[in-house]
Nanobody, 122 residues
Framework: QGQLVESGGGLVQAGDSLRLSCSTS????????MGWFRQAPGKERDFVAA???????YYSDSVKGRFTISRDNAENTVYLQMNTLKPEDTAVYFC????????????????WGQGTQVTVSS
């Protein structure tokens, strides 16, 4: 059974940067597409970014050019580098994993972490 654990969240000011990490364990996720999602207060959970097993990346329009997803298979870790943060980026950020190709559909992701809070003050 696979496990995902997010870390790196916190309180920052607008314009700052944060790097989130997603550590995986319990099984190998090297062949899985890994994704990041976020849920703001009172809103539905939305897709942020994904990276395939081969390194192909895919971003939501709202973060394209500011966020970068990457993976280190040797360390069993996925990262989300977030630059030029905005108050609207405030949310709980979740790491997730799916088998097969890259995509944004949440229902295709079968493993989920518990989330890490990111708060961006103006």
């Amino acid at each position: 059974q696979g496990q995902l654990v997010e870390s790196g969240g916190g309180l920052v000011q607008a314009g700052d940067s944060l790097r989130l990490s997603c550590s995986t364990s319990g099984r190998t996720f090297r062949s899985y597409t890994m994704g990041w999602f976020r849920q703001a207060p009172g809103k539905e959970r939305d897709f942020v970014a994904a990276i395939s097993s081969s390194g192909t990346t895919y971003y939501s329009d709202s973060v394209k050019g500011r966020f970068t997803i990457s993976r280190d298979n040797a360390e069993n870790t996925v990262y989300l580098q977030m630059n030029t943060l905005k108050p609207e980026d405030t949310a709980v950020y979740f790491c997730a994993a799916r088998s097969g190709g890259i995509g944004a559909a949440q229902e295709r992701y079968v493993y989920w972490g518990q989330g890490t809070q990111v708060t961006v003050s103006s």
